[in-house]
């Protein structure tokens, strides 16, 4: 009867929604292979993007503990440093709140304690909005190349002087194409995810996506190109193809 017993509990165990979510977090999407060369924090082994209706979770899997890795302090904010995990999708940047076909529309959870860049939020909840950008959060960033950054290197496109784009309700009053919406990231395990609302399912149909972990730099001297990619560590594709579908 004890047999009985054990073996029927761990069968339902292993049929309960909660089993069957850790032991599938990693199935679709893109499947990546490790490698030794990157940081564990942000080796690559699994990206993903998932609907129902519409809301769409972003999902990363790494070899290592997710989040477990962030910038040194640099002491000011020119030359400070980013990292991120990304995921470049082909969801026009218009949707969000920017100008038709304004770049590579990106969703990015990111880290860099040497400035904060969510004014409306607290994410350390100590009642003080302007100190928590070494805290994990969230952005939509518009990408484009710019060989300012370096040979093939992208940016977060800068905003000219004088002009006038059109940018989300939620955009932190940087001269870049970069909004701070607040939703949350979960960072736990070797899993990064985070829930994003759209304001229709049509949004998401038949959007591709990739996975990148990177590096980021504020320029040295504050001025155009403001924010570079610097450090592309790993990507899920390998050639940032984009051969997700949602």
């Not at 909005?129 to 484009?144: E, F, I, M, Q, R």
């Not at 229709?200 to 730099?217: F, I, K, N, P």
Request: aromatic fraction near 6%.
């Amino acid at each position: 009867m004890k047999t009985l017993t054990l073996t029927l509990a761990i069968s339902a165990a292993l049929a309960s929604p909660l089993a069957d979510a850790h032991g599938n977090k990693h199935q679709g999407g893109i499947q990546a292979d490790s490698n030794n060369a990157v940081r564990s924090a942000f080796d690559i082994v699994h990206a993903k993007v998932s609907a129902k209706g519409n809301v769409a979770t972003f999902h990363m899997g790494v070899k290592g503990a997710a989040g477990g890795a962030k910038p040194a302090l640099n002491g000011k904010l020119g030359g400070a440093e980013a990292y991120a995990y990304v995921w470049p999708t082909s969801i026009n940047a218009y949707e969000v709140g920017f100008d038709k076909d304004a770049g590579i529309l990106a969703l990015a959870v990111a880290s860099h304690p040497d400035f904060d860049d969510t004014p409306l939020f607290d994410e350390n909840n100590d009642n003080d909005t302007g100190n928590d950008g070494g805290v994990w959060h969230s952005h939509w960033v518009v990408l484009v190349p710019d060989e300012r950054c370096g040979p093939g290197a992208l940016t977060v496109k800068d905003i000219p002087e004088g002009s006038n784009p059109r940018l989300p309700a939620t955009w932190p009053g940087l001269p870049i194409l970069l909004d701070s919406p607040g939703w949350d990231p979960v960072l736990e395990g070797d899993t990064v995810e985070i829930k994003v609302p759209f304001a229709s399912a049509d949004v998401l149909s038949g959007v591709s996506y990739d996975g990148v972990t990177a590096g980021l730099r504020v320029n040295a001297n504050i001025h155009a190109p403001l924010f570079c990619v610097v450090d592309v560590m790993d990507v899920a594709s390998g050639d940032l193809s984009l051969p997700g579908k949602i």
